[in-house]
């Protein structure tokens, strides 16, 4: 489970904590105080019925990366403004505004045609051995996807938290309802514990190449190609490792986008590891040489070898 000094094990996308059961009143009632108490995403927007643009700024990762929001700060990411980065003042309210969106497009176990009401929600959380917080600690999802969520909530009656409603606000703002439309988006939190200064900039550096998988044919393509290059030996690692981690397996473009963005760019054996494949040391380097190696050269490519943290240590807490 996560504390502050994490096991070589732990990455990105948690590992489960002990199983804790709440009460049928636990989601309502954390939605409650996360608007009382914590704001952002949405929180004073849902209860004073107030509809203006949310401020969107351009920003480039070492920017994003040393910052420190009070509240939810949204942000086109500088190399690419297709992919929009929220960057959240902690983690709940990270996971009431896109928990119910991950159990439909890429947790294991789920239906992928139908949105999650707040118990069922509850009982996918906790029945996996995670809280809110840790269902996962940082989100991409490609435009297409978060309006088929959209769309199946409202075909389906579901009744959605202001965070979410929050999100519906950015994502029309943004023309991402529409058909056709074209963007990703990724989302980290605050260093607020128990994520860290380096796990922060980690988690964005892993979400980033989501986003060019999102936004650039040519990486997904290039992506799918190395996939399809793998040993089945080394393919089933990979699958193995992810199942782990609570993802669908049955969705092979979600394992080739997520084997690339811990191959390559989660270079910290405190979220990912040869160990956690179960191979060799030597063996990890190989493959991830040769997919930087074969690259595609683009925006993305310089960052396969960057060191991390990219930035100054952070900023103190800043408002929009």
Same mark, same amino acid.
């Given at each position: 489970m996560l504390n502050d000094g994490l096991d070589p094990d732990q990455r990105i996308r948690i590992l489960p904590q002990p199983k804790r059961k709440k009460t049928g009143l636990w989601l309502a009632l954390g939605l409650v105080c996360a608007?009382?108490?914590?704001?952002?995403?949405?929180?004073?927007?849902?209860?004073?019925?107030?509809?203006?643009?949310?401020?969107?700024?351009?920003?480039?990762?070492? =920017?994003?990366?040393?910052? =420190?929001?009070?509240d939810t700060k949204v942000s086109h990411f500088a190399a690419d403004p297709e992919i929009v980065v929220i960057d959240f003042p902690n983690l709940t309210i990270q996971g009431l505004t896109l928990d119910r969106v991950a159990a439909l497009i890429e947790k294991a176990h789920l239906p992928r045609n139908q949105v999650l009401d707040d118990v069922d929600l509850r009982e996918a959380i906790y029945d996996c051995g995670d809280t809110i917080e840790s269902y996962y600690y940082g989100h991409d999802y490609k435009a297409a996807d978060l309006a088929r969520f959209f769309q199946l909530a409202a075909q389906q009656n579901i009744t959605l938290n202001a965070h979410e409603l929050w999100l519906k606000q950015l994502l029309n703002q943004l023309g991402w309802l529409d058909p056709g439309a074209v963007g990703a988006l990724i989302t980290l939190p605050a260093a607020v514990p128990p994520v860290t200064e380096s796990m922060r900039a980690v988690i964005l550096h892993h979400e980033i190449s989501h986003g060019a998988f999102y936004t650039v044919?040519?990486?997904?393509?290039?992506?799918?190609?190395?996939?399809?290059?793998?040993?089945?030996?080394?393919r089933a690692a990979f699958i193995s490792f992810l199942s782990t981690e609570g993802y669908d397996t049955n969705n092979t473009n979600l394992m080739l986008n997520e084997a690339q963005a811990y191959l390559v760019f989660t270079?910290?054996?405190?979220?990912?590891?040869?160990?956690?494949?179960?191979?060799?040391?030597? =063996?990890?380097?190989?493959?991830?040489?040769?997919?930087?190696?074969?690259?595609?050269?683009?925006?993305?490519?310089?960052?396969?070898?960057?060191?991390?943290?990219?930035?100054?240590?952070?900023?103190?807490? =800043?408002?929009?």
């Open positions: 608007i009382i108490v914590t704001g952002g995403a949405g929180g004073a927007w849902f209860m004073f019925g107030r509809s203006t643009a949310i401020p969107i700024d351009t920003e480039t990762e070492a =920017q994003i990366d040393a910052s =420190q929001p009070c044919p040519a990486y997904e393509a290039y992506a799918e190609s190395f996939w399809n290059s793998l040993t089945d030996v080394d270079p910290d054996p405190q979220f990912f590891s040869a160990k956690a494949l179960g191979m060799s040391q030597a =063996q990890l380097d190989t493959l991830r040489e040769g997919y930087i190696a074969g690259m595609p050269s683009f925006w993305l490519t310089p960052l396969a070898n960057e060191t991390l943290p990219v930035s100054a240590p952070l900023k103190a807490c =800043q408002t929009n």
